[in-house]
């Protein structure tokens, strides 16, 4: 069993990032013993196994029944699945009588004390950080401003709440979306549970809700152009690289390491596996050393973890289930009772298999502008796809058709690619 402390925090995972959560856990305490830390775990093991006290399987604690959990986990992917439980999480802590939460995302580490965290919400409900902390006026950032307006001005790797009514009523509020509309698609103006908090301050009064421009809480890759890493008697502080904002120095509380392959860390390499067109910086080494070892230190722990499963992933027979096929039953609408993982005559697999809507040789999924070969030599295609169609029609219902596009760039528009009367169990 737990001990119960008044403070608490907690990070979501697959049982493929258990070993990463371990880690997360470990760095917490090393600087927080007085802080209960919790994994909830949004999969499922086919076989018993032993677990550490700390690890929870959400599905059997947090109040969601068989069939909203089952509709979930189909028509989310596990990001979205993972990010829209995140206010149930919160509502569990709070029911458990905990005073304060924080949310850290699995592949973060802690550097220091929390406790500055927790003495904000003292007297602010909410503590929140900004993708960007600096005013930039000439902006130097690898990804493009747009993608912060796309994915929303917080990053929810981080959210610290206190117990209070108004929390809990917005967490009701939270979940409620989260349940139906925590997608990853922006052309929807939706980014899992990450862009709905970009309401928050609409909700609450000035004094409820703290967004920490703390340069050393939630250094992340998106951020590492703005802020430096120096070192001073053995602890990491954060800087601004520039002078194009009031300089002040933090220490490091917590690293996001986004994006990084986590088994080259363990091989001993720092190795990007997704954002990679983001620049490295030599002051970050040392940062980036230190979780390489963490994860080295913690190998056997890691290596029983980071190559399981996900146990949604699949169909009963062990089809893929690719995005497309979550967006379409999303938008099919169908009974609560259907289980879209079923397979064989009358279910949504069969008929996907029978509108032969089933990827060949490559997921398309996988499949994006950096690793599509000859992209350049396609899209020129493509354009002069376009070029002959708009001849063909001219030019009025040519501009009505590419303004009509951006709806079927949601696939769950494409639903009518499915007979949904064929579909019974």
């Not at 600087?31 to 994994?39: E, G, T």
């Not at 904002?245 to 001993?268: E, M, S, T, V, W």
């Not at 350049?376 to 708009?390: A, H, Y």
Request: charged residues 25%; hydrophobic residues 35%; neutral net charge.
């Amino acid at each position: 069993m737990i001990k119960m402390n008044k403070n608490a925090a907690f990070t979501i995972v697959a049982k493929n990032y258990i070993g990463l959560a371990m880690i997360l856990k470990d760095s917490v305490h090393h600087y927080n013993r007085n802080v209960d830390f919790y994994i909830f775990v949004v999969d499922k093991f086919e076989n018993p196994i032993e677990l550490p006290d700390e690890i929870i399987f959400a599905e059997n604690v947090l109040g969601i029944s068989e069939e909203r959990w089952r509709n979930m986990a189909f028509k989310y992917d596990l990001t979205e699945f993972c990010t829209a439980v995140k206010p149930f999480c919160f509502k569990y802590l709070f029911k458990k009588e905990y005073e304060k939460a924080i949310y850290f995302d699995p592949d973060i580490n802690v550097f220091s004390s929390l406790s500055s965290i927790y003495e904000i919400l003292d007297n602010a409900s909410v503590v929140l950080t900004p993708q960007i902390a600096g005013i930039h006026t000439e902006y130097k950032g690898e990804l493009p401003e747009y993608y912060m307006m796309q994915n929303g001005i917080f990053n929810m790797g981080f959210c610290a709440m206190k117990n209070t009514s108004t929390m809990r009523h917005f967490v009701d509020w939270w979940g409620v979306r989260l349940e139906t509309m925590c997608f990853a698609e922006r052309s929807m103006g939706y980014f899992t549970d990450q862009k709905w908090i970009d309401w928050l301050p609409g909700f609450l009064e000035s004094n409820e809700l703290h967004v920490s421009r703390n340069l050393g809480m939630n250094l992340a890759p998106w951020n590492y152009f703005e802020r430096k890493v120096v070192e001073k008697d053995g602890d990491f502080y954060v800087e601004y690289r520039e002078d194009d904002n009031p300089q002040r120095c933090d220490k490091l509380i917590f690293l996001h390491y986004a994006g990084y392959d986590y088994n080259c860390f363990k091989r001993g390499e720092i190795k990007r596996k997704r954002i990679e067109d983001l620049q490295e910086y030599e002051d970050l080494n040392d940062v980036l050393s230190v979780y390489r070892d963490r994860i080295q230190g913690l190998a056997n722990t890691f290596d029983m973890f980071i190559n399981q499963t996900y146990s949604y992933a699949t169909y009963e027979n062990g089809d893929l289930i690719e995005k497309f096929h979550r967006r379409v039953y999303d938008g099919l609408h169908l009974s609560e009772n259907t289980n879209p993982f079923k397979t064989g005559n009358g279910t949504f697999h069969e008929e996907l298999r029978r509108k032969k809507l089933f990827g060949r040789k490559e997921r398309v999924d996988k499949v994006n502008k950096n690793n599509l070969p000859d992209i350049d030599k396609k899209i020129s295609m493509v354009n002069r796809l376009f070029s002959l169609f708009c001849k063909i029609i001219g030019y009025n219902r040519y501009v009505l058709f590419v303004r009509g596009l951006i709806s079927y760039s949601n696939m769950g528009t494409h639903s009518f690619l499915i007979n949904k009367d064929k579909i019974c169990r």
